[in-house]
């Protein structure tokens, strides 16, 4: 409970601080919104032409777009720590952090809450009842899949900025596969198959960010469901044992920095 009170408490002293300087923080969920809308118009003008890519519609599309921008958002609004994890492992940032009463990780991911994930929250839940699919009937599982899907981003988050751990400089790299996470979860399934489809199931977990969402909502199952869930917690169980493994051996950077 009091590791429950300490996370909703840092949570809310970030957002204080994000909401003191009110214009930077609109302009930037703005522009992340505006951002979502124009990439979502090249799937817009392309599914006009050709209504049906492999099976997959628009309102398909929509879905997406719709959780995967929901559910990064709220990892970056909540947990925006985790964009800078890589960094602090390399530049000996962890040290002020590992000193602190509370869970380390739990210090790492909270200390920051960016702006843009509430222009992606905004978007993706436009994206939603654009497609039809959000209901008041269907909200509580919609509910349950973004927030699957937001644990998934995080766990795979923390596991690619864990590997300055054992690489150095590999800070760029760990940003490059989260963000090819992103990527990968906008586009249709159908599209990859073979090796490139069990890399995504994996490894790249868009799958189990964008894909088991989607298709729950297409066609509604129970073990599509189980297995979203169960994911998510595999993915945050597996980042907080690969991050605990890290910190045994991390080299303290010799900072002196007043942390409060």
């Known amino acids: 409970m009091s590791t429950w009170t300490f996370a909703r408490a840092l949570f809310a002293t970030n957002l204080r601080a ?21 990439f ?12 049906d890519l492999r099976g997959w519609r628009l309102d398909d599309i929509e879905v997406l777009f719709g959780i995967t921008a929901t559910s990064f958002g709220l990892v970056v609004a909540v947990a925006g720590g985790v964009r800078h994890l890589g960094r602090a492992i390399e530049e000996g940032e962890l040290d002020t952090l590992l000193t602190q009463p509370k869970p380390t990780l739990l210090y790492a991911l ?12 905004v978007s993706g839940v436009l994206f939603l009842v654009m497609s039809g699919h959000l209901t008041l ?6 509910v349950v899949l973004i927030l699957a899907s937001a644990a998934t981003f995080l ?4 596991v690619f900025h864990s590997l ?5 400089r590999t800070e760029t790299v ?4 989260w963000e090819l996470t992103i990527t990968f979860a906008i586009y249709p399934e159908p599209l990859f198959g073979g090796a490139l489809r069990l890399l995504l199931f994996t490894a790249i977990p868009a799958g189990f960010v964008a894909y088991l969402p989607a298709r729950m909502l297409r066609d509604p199952s129970p073990v599509t469901l189980a297995a979203s869930v169960g994911a998510a917690l595999a993915y ?7 991050f605990d493994r890290g910190v045994r051996r991390y080299t303290s950077g010799s900072r002196f920095v007043a942390f409060g």
Do not use: E, H, K, Y
């Open 40 to 51: 979502f118009i090249v799937w817009w003008v392309l599914l006009r032409r050709v209504p």
């Open 155 to 158: 766990g795979c988050g923390i």
């Open 164 to 168: 300055p751990f054992w690489l150095s």
């Open 174 to 177: 760990s940003r490059q596969l």
């Open 236 to 242: 945050v169980a597996i980042a907080v044992w690969v």
């Open 110 to 121: 909270g200390m920051r809450s960016n702006a843009s994930g509430v222009g992606d929250m």
């Open 137 to 142: 009937t269907s909200a509580p599982l919609l």
């Open 18 to 38: 994000a909401l003191a300087l009110r214009g930077a923080f609109l302009i930037q969920a703005l522009f992340m919104l505006i951002n979502n809308l124009t």
